[in-house]
Every structure is written in C-alpha cells, then in structure tokens.
C-alpha cells in the first residue's frame, strides 16, 4: 500500500514537471540563428581567441549578428574569410596578413651571461619578478617556456640549450604566446618575412657585448651598407620593416657582426 | 603560569636565531666613501630629484622631493658631491633613480642638537614628520605623516607600538629597545600627540624580555601613559593585522586599514626615527641594520648612513665566513634574496643576512600531498594550497574570489609545506599577474 502510494506521487510529480519542461522549452526557445551555425561550420575550430571573442562560437554569433567584423579569424585566413562575407552577403575585404610568432632572442645560458641562478617556479613571469630573470640581458628569452603551454597548437619547442623557437607552419596567429611573455621577446610578424631580427635588446652595443654573444650591438652595418634590407636601428636596435622592399637582408644578415639578423623559416 | 596573548588564526614558529647578534650593542658604520641614495626608498611614487649631477651637498639637505601624497622626501645623508643620478636596482627588484654622492673627507657629518619642542601643535608635529621623510622602517616603508594623519571625524582608541620582531634574525629594534629607550619612548609620545588615542600599547614578543623590563622602567621613570604588553612569540605578529588581534583584540577586516578599526599602528625604528626627527630636526639619513646570518664572520648591529653598500656593512663586519647559500635583504621569512653587494641600505632595510642551505633549505618539490598544513598555518584564514593551484592554471579571477589579495606574503603557508611548494611565490605572481 505504501510502496504503491509513494509511486503515485513520484509518477504525479513526474508528469508534472515534464509539463512544465516542455511549456518551458516552447516558451523560452531561442531563435537559432542559421547563419551563425553555417559560420561556425566554417571557422576552424581553433577556439584561439585570436578574434577576440570568446572561442569560435562567439565569434560566429557575433559575425551573423553584425556585431562583428570580417576577417579577424586568423587561423582561417582568407579562404574563412571569404566564405563567411558569401554568408552573410557582404563584400570579402580579406583577412590581414597571416601573422606568426617569433621569439626575437637566441641568447641562451652558453652565450649570455647569467647574474645569478633562479630557483623557483617553472613560469616566465614569475621568474622575471626576481631582478627580472637571471640573464644579465633584460630584454631576452627566460627560457622557462610560459609561452609553449600556453600554445594552442603546440607550434613552439625549447632546444636543449633552452632556445625557444615558433614552427611558423604551426602557428596559427593566435597571439597567446605574446600575452604570457613578460618580456614581450614573442612577437609577430608577418608569415611572409623572410628573416627576423633575433634580438630584443635596448641596451647599448658596449653593454650588449659585455653580455651576449648574439645580440644587436647597434652596429648599423645592416642599415648602412644595406639600404635596401629593410632594416633600421631605433633605440640600438635593429628593426626589419616588412612594408620595405628587403632585396638586401639575405646579405645584410651575412654582415651583421653577431648573426642576430635570422632566417625566420626556422 | 599565565598564557600569554597573541593572535589567533595560523601562524609558525620558526627558530628565532636572535642570540646571534642580539647581545651586540649598536655600533656606526664609518663613513663610506660612496653612498648610493635611491629615490623611491618607500611605498608609493618615488621622489623626484632635486639636484644634479656636480652639485655640492650638505648633510640634511633635502635633494629629492615627494612627487604626490603617498611619497616621501630624501635626504642627504653627508656632506659631500653628487657624482652621478643613475639607475640602481635595489633588493627587492624595483629599478629606479639614485643619487651617487661622495662624502667630503674631512668633514662628511652633519649635527643635530636637541631643542624643544613641547610647545608645537599636533599640526606643526605632522608637518615635521612629512617634511623629515619619516617612513615605516619596519619593511612596509608606508610613509607615516600618511598613516599618522587621521581624518577629520575619526577618532583614534587605540596607539599600538610595534616591538614585537617577530622575523628571525632581525635584533635592530630589539637593541633600539634597549638602548635608546628613553628616545623611543618619547617618540611615541609626540605621536600621541598627533594622534589623540585613548590609550598607548607597546607589543613585544617575550623573547626580548630584557626590552620588555628596559621599557617598564622607563615608563615609570617618565611618567608616560603607555602599557607594555609581552606577547607569546608567534611569526607574523608584527604585522599590523596580527598584532592588533594580539593586543586589542581587534579584527581589521579585509581590505581595511587598521585606522578602520580606531587603531595607528608603528614600529619602534619608526618612533625612534619621529624622535630624531621632531627633537633634532634630523631627517632620516640613518637607521639600524642587522648584520647577521651563519656566513658572516661577525654578527652586528649597525647603525648605517642611507645609501652605504652592503659590501661595506658586511666589511665591517669583518666579512664573510664562508659562501652563503643566499644574500637576504630584510628577515629570512619576507626578505629579498639578492646576489649584488653593491645595493644600497634604504629606509626599510632591517637587516643583511647571509644565510647557509639549512634555513631557507631548497628540497626538492613535490606535488601537493593535501595535507592542509599551508591552510593552518596561514594567519590571513586563505588556502594557500587551492590559490596555488588557480594560479598554476592561470585562473587568477577566481583566485582573487577567493581573496588572493589579502595575502600578506608573510611566507608561513611555504614554511610549513612538506612538499616544499614555492607558495608565497606563487602568491606574489598571481597578485601581481591577477591585478591587471
Ligand atoms: S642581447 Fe639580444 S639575443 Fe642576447 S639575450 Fe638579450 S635579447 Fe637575447
Ligand atoms: S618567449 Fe617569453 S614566454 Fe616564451 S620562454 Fe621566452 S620569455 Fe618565456
Ligand atoms: S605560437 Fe603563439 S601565436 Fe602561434 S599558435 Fe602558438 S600561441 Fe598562438
Ligand atoms: S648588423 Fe647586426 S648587430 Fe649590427 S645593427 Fe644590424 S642587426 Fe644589429
Ligand atoms: S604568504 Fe599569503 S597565503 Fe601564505 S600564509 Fe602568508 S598570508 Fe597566507
């Protein structure tokens, strides 16, 4: 008798709750949109954040919302780009250059002089509270590769050495890395530069070759001798605009002194 | 016997390791031949500079000027010549400006006679402080003409005078204790005076019973209305929040200021310096400093000129035994380990200790075993262990939910973790990556 009377209000309550549930479901059903779902069908599925939206889902909302604009996804390139404008009927203004990450350091415990030994946690920031890094050069790679656990696609690798180095295939422009790096020695630059300054020291030449044996020493023989390798000293050091044409880098980074001037197809 | 009074939550226990130097009797530090004087010597905007390169200085002179009203001003601690302003780095990692004077060789000393000072208002009293560049000496370096000025409406209950040292090694303020007993005592009084509180409390943990003696004497030689309270030794007790629970049995809530609660709480370096300043109208140019730990040769107390080096200090103190392990500026517990003899002592440089591997000991980590012995022993009630892990995984918004930013960094939760986590390092991280 009680077995049975306990099932008739669970059987009761059942009922009338799935009532509810499925009034509820009627009542308060959001609209899908179809265009978001056929953007979101397009975008890679990186869920980078490189768009700024929060995962690929976001920004597929806000792409069919209007909210957003065309052509920050940078994993997708052009190709998602220009699927996403015929979706939406829009004209296909492009995606931006693909951009990569590079680390512009390649100083490491053998070429560059240490202050001191850091002992601690096993993150780029926290290291740099301490005398920012123990490396003399405070500008560089402190090797504790904050930067590679937070890569989305595994694009970055530590050598034995501790040079820590972006496979551009790989990368796929989300910029994570460069939030993470307390020295901000990650940086992009375009996918199509064929070399990079791998050094991102502002001390002056002197100093910089007191202490390392692959920094720019603001010689300007890359400037001076090769007007047309794209590259500028500002602040000792040297800078590749890849807007100018860079006829002369190959040579330019045959001459630079220190070989900090890299290919950067790695 | 009758327990003695201290604070509640958490705490530990560390060896105190006082008798190495605390039966020395404050000596002087000669005259360096180079004093390196930073700008930014306390909590706040640093003080822009007054003088170049190449000018003449006297002793006292003001040479940098407070920049905003959490700052405060620098003084010239000799007779001398600016060489250079350049940048420094100082113990705790700040990089900022400093002036490099070289002592005039026959006459680098400045003089201070006492004069009277009773009649002044408690107006006039707080003008002197600001304008002597009195800061906290015990560590914080929070400029005190801001924490003695107490807003209009506000009353104070309770003046609560820091003795308490609770940081192993450290006997600066226990000598100061002792031997300018009368000073320091008188320095509290003019900050009753600015003040207005109800009732005086000096706090000094019971391993300084000498102190605790030295003071109750005077007091009543003096006549002064002031309490001395011994405490049961427990670390972090000097910090303000410990210390107001030991004493007044007050909670500051989080995110309060002691001033929140009717209380002004300062050290006995700081009255000692009030003193100075207001009876002498001598800036703070000098303070006492520990020379200790088991590499160095001799253990002191030294009372230096702003701006010497370490390299000087240790020198004196006949230099090193051995290789330390590590440098530490300040206490072993909330210290700054750091690997450049040529730093400069500042305002709140308690102590130089050079320390071998057994009591800053680096075992190797393990991952957390759950114990919950960082938990117990954190004075601020956190979970040093979960804060840990949120910060670990870069989760910083829910490690501030879990009030990240009450952690005082007192270094109790790495102290009794038996997995050697680096905790209090990875409270510094996450309170500074959190906070942007
Ligand atoms: S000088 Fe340049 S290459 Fe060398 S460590 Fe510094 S940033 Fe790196
Ligand atoms: S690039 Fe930056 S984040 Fe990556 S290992 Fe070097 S310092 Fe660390
Ligand atoms: S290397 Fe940097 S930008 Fe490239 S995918 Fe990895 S985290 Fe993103
Ligand atoms: S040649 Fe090399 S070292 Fe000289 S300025 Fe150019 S990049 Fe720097
Ligand atoms: S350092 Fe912070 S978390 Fe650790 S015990 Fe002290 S207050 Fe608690």
Same mark, same amino acid.
């Given at each position: 008798?009680?077995?049975?009377?306990?099932?008739?209000?669970?059987?009761?309550?059942?009922?009338?709750?799935?009532?509810?549930?499925?009034?509820?479901?009627?009542?308060?059903?959001?609209?899908?949109?179809?265009?978001?779902?056929?953007?979101?069908?397009?975008?890679?599925?990186?869920?980078?954040?490189?768009?700024?939206?929060?995962?690929?889902?976001?920004?597929?909302?806000?792409?069919?919302?209007?909210?957003?604009?065309?052509?920050?996804?940078?994993?997708?390139?052009?190709?998602?780009?220009?699927?996403?404008?015929?979706?939406?009927?829009?004209?296909?203004?492009?995606?931006?250059?693909?951009?990569?990450?590079?680390?512009?350091?390649?100083?490491?415990?053998?070429?560059?002089?240490?202050?001191?030994?850091?002992?601690?946690?096993?993150?780029?920031?926290?290291?740099?509270?301490?005398?920012?890094?123990?490396?003399?050069?405070?500008?560089?790679?402190?090797?504790?590769?904050?930067?590679?656990?937070?890569?989305?696609?595994?694009?970055?690798?530590?050598?034995?050495?501790?040079?820590?180095? #972006?496979?551009?295939? %790989? /990368?796929?422009? !989300?910029? =994570?890395?460069?939030?993470?790096?307390?020295?901000? $020695? *990650?940086?992009? &630059?375009?996918?199509?530069?064929?070399?990079?300054?791998?050094?991102?020291?502002?001390?002056?030449?002197?100093?910089?070759?007191?202490?390392?044996? #692959?920094?720019?020493? %603001? /010689?300007?023989? !890359?400037? =001076?001798?090769?007007?047309?390798?794209?590259?500028? $000293? *500002?602040?000792? &050091?040297?800078?590749?605009?890849?807007?100018?044409?860079?006829?002369?880098?190959?040579?330019?980074?045959?001459?630079?002194?220190?070989?900090?001037? #890299?290919?950067?197809?790695? | 016997?009758?327990?003695?009074?201290?604070?509640?939550?958490?705490?530990?226990?560390?060896?105190?390791?006082?008798?190495?130097?605390?039966?020395?009797?404050?000596?002087?530090?000669?005259?360096?031949?180079?004093?390196?004087?930073?700008?930014?010597?306390?909590?706040?905007?640093?003080?822009?500079?007054?003088?170049?390169?190449?000018?003449?200085?006297?002793?006292?002179?003001?040479?940098?000027?407070?920049?905003?009203?959490?700052?405060?001003?620098?003084?010239?601690?000799?007779?001398?010549?600016?060489?250079?302003?350049?940048?420094?780095?100082?113990?705790?990692?700040?990089?900022?400006?400093?002036?490099?004077?070289?002592?005039?060789?026959?006459?680098?000393?400045?003089?201070?006679?006492?004069?009277?000072?009773?009649?002044?208002?408690?107006?006039?009293?707080?003008?002197?402080?600001?304008?002597?560049?009195?800061?906290?000496?015990?560590?914080?370096?929070?400029?005190?003409?801001?924490?003695?000025?107490?807003?209009?409406?506000?009353?104070?209950?309770?003046?609560?005078?820091?003795?308490?040292?609770?940081?192993?090694?450290?006997?600066?303020?226990?000598?100061?204790?002792?031997?300018?007993?009368?000073?320091?005592?008188?320095?509290?009084?003019?900050?009753?005076?600015?003040?207005?509180?109800?009732?005086?409390?000096?706090?000094?943990?019971?391993?300084?019973?000498?102190?605790?003696?030295?003071?109750?004497?005077?007091?009543?030689?003096?006549?002064?209305?002031?309490?001395?309270?011994?405490?049961?030794?427990?670390?972090?007790?000097?910090?303000?929040?410990?210390?107001?629970?030991?004493?007044?049995?007050?909670?500051?809530?989080?995110?309060?200021?002691?001033?929140?609660?009717?209380?002004?709480?300062?050290?006995?370096?700081?009255?000692?310096?009030?003193?100075?300043?207001?009876?002498?109208?001598?800036?703070?140019?000098?303070?006492?400093?520990?020379?200790?730990?088991?590499?160095?040769?001799?253990?002191?107390?030294?009372?230096?000129?702003?701006?010497?080096?370490?390299?000087?200090?240790?020198?004196?103190?006949?230099?090193?035994?051995?290789?330390?392990?590590?440098?530490?500026?300040?206490?072993?517990?909330?210290?700054?380990?750091?690997?450049?003899?040529?730093?400069?002592?500042?305002?709140?440089?308690?102590?130089?200790?050079?320390?071998?591997?057994?009591?800053?000991?680096?075992?190797?980590?393990?991952?957390?075993?759950?114990?919950?012995?960082?938990?117990?022993?954190?004075?601020?009630?956190?979970?040093?262990?979960?804060?840990?892990?949120?910060?670990?995984?870069?989760?910083?918004?829910?490690?501030?939910?879990?009030?990240?930013?009450?952690?005082?960094?007192?270094?109790?939760?790495?102290?009794?973790?038996?997995?050697?986590?680096?905790?209090?390092?990875?409270?510094?991280?996450?309170?500074?990556?959190?906070?942007?």
């Amino acid at each position: 008798m009680n077995i049975l009377f306990a099932f008739l209000i669970i059987a009761v309550l059942g009922l009338a709750l799935g009532l509810g549930l499925a009034f509820a479901a009627k009542k308060f059903a959001v609209e899908k949109d179809e265009r978001a779902e056929q953007i979101l069908a397009i975008l890679p599925g990186a869920n980078c954040g490189a768009c700024g939206y929060p995962g690929c889902s976001g920004y597929a909302g806000a792409l069919s919302g209007g909210k957003a604009q065309n052509g920050l996804c940078s994993p997708g390139g052009a190709k998602t780009s220009a699927l996403v404008a015929k979706i939406l009927g829009i004209a296909d203004e492009g995606a931006g250059e693909r951009m990569v990450a590079f680390v512009h350091c390649r100083g490491n415990h053998e070429l560059t002089k240490r202050d001191f030994q850091y002992e601690g946690i096993e993150e780029c920031s926290a290291a740099h509270m301490l005398f920012q890094g123990e490396s003399s050069c405070k500008y560089g790679c402190l090797h504790l590769g904050s930067c590679m656990r937070v890569c989305p696609t595994n694009a970055i690798h530590r050598d034995e050495k501790g040079n820590v180095t #972006v496979d551009p295939e %790989a /990368c796929i422009g !989300c910029k =994570k890395c460069t939030l993470v790096c307390p020295t901000k $020695v *990650i940086r992009m &630059l375009p996918a199509r530069g064929s070399h990079a300054i791998a050094c991102n020291s502002r001390d002056p030449g002197p100093v910089v070759r007191k202490i390392c044996q #692959v920094g720019c020493i %603001a /010689c300007k023989i !890359c400037e =001076k001798k090769f007007p047309d390798s794209g590259c500028t $000293v *500002i602040n000792f &050091l040297s800078e590749i605009d890849y807007a100018k044409p860079m006829t002369q880098i190959a040579d330019a980074a045959a001459a630079c002194p220190t070989k900090c001037i #890299v290919e950067a197809k790695q | 016997m009758e327990r003695l009074p201290t604070f509640s939550k958490g705490g530990v226990h560390p060896d105190d390791k006082k008798a190495l130097s605390n039966n020395q009797a404050i000596q002087r530090l000669p005259v360096p031949s180079e004093l390196v004087l930073p700008l930014s010597q306390h909590l706040g905007a640093p003080a822009s500079p007054l003088k170049q390169k190449g000018d003449m200085v006297v002793a006292g002179e003001k040479i940098g000027k407070a920049s905003s009203f959490i700052s405060a001003d620098v003084h010239c601690p000799v007779n001398g010549t600016i060489t250079d302003l350049r940048k420094v780095v100082l113990a705790n990692s700040v990089v900022t400006d400093a002036f490099v004077i070289t002592p005039d060789a026959s006459n680098p000393l400045g003089e201070w006679p006492e004069q009277p000072y009773d009649a002044l208002s408690p107006e006039e009293l707080l003008a002197i402080v600001k304008d002597m560049g009195v800061v906290g000496t015990g560590g914080a370096t929070f400029p005190t003409h801001v924490k003695l000025s107490v807003p209009k409406g506000r009353t104070v209950d309770a003046l609560v005078v820091n003795g308490v040292e609770c940081e192993p090694y450290l006997t600066a303020d226990h000598r100061l204790m002792l031997e300018e007993t009368e000073r320091v005592l008188r320095g509290i009084m003019i900050v009753a005076k600015i003040t207005g509180p109800k009732r005086i409390i000096i706090g000094v943990e019971n391993n300084k019973k000498d102190a605790i003696a030295m003071l109750r004497q005077e007091i009543a030689r003096l006549g002064f209305p002031i309490t001395v309270m011994a405490l049961r030794v427990k670390y972090p007790q000097g910090d303000e929040k410990q210390l107001l629970k030991a004493t007044i049995k007050r909670e500051i809530p989080s995110g309060k200021l002691p001033l929140d609660v009717g209380a002004v709480v300062l050290n006995v370096g700081t009255s000692f310096a009030i003193y100075e300043a207001v009876a002498m109208r001598k800036p703070l140019i000098d303070r006492v400093v520990t020379i200790s730990g088991e590499a160095m040769k001799e253990k002191k107390n030294l009372r230096v000129l702003l701006g010497s080096k370490v390299a000087d200090l240790i020198a004196f103190a006949g230099g090193l035994d051995h290789e330390p392990d590590k440098f530490i500026s300040g206490g072993p517990m909330m210290g700054f380990a750091f690997h450049d003899d040529q730093i400069p002592v500042i305002k709140g440089t308690s102590g130089i200790l050079a320390l071998d591997k057994e009591p800053s000991a680096k075992a190797p980590t393990t991952p957390c075993i759950s114990c919950g012995r960082c938990v117990a022993a954190c004075p601020m009630g956190l979970q040093p262990t979960k804060l840990y892990r949120l910060i670990e995984h870069r989760d910083y918004e829910r490690a501030m939910a879990m009030n990240l930013m009450d952690c005082k960094e007192c270094g109790c939760c790495s102290y009794s973790c038996p997995a050697h986590l680096p905790l209090v390092h990875g409270m510094k991280l996450g309170k500074r990556l959190g906070r942007k």
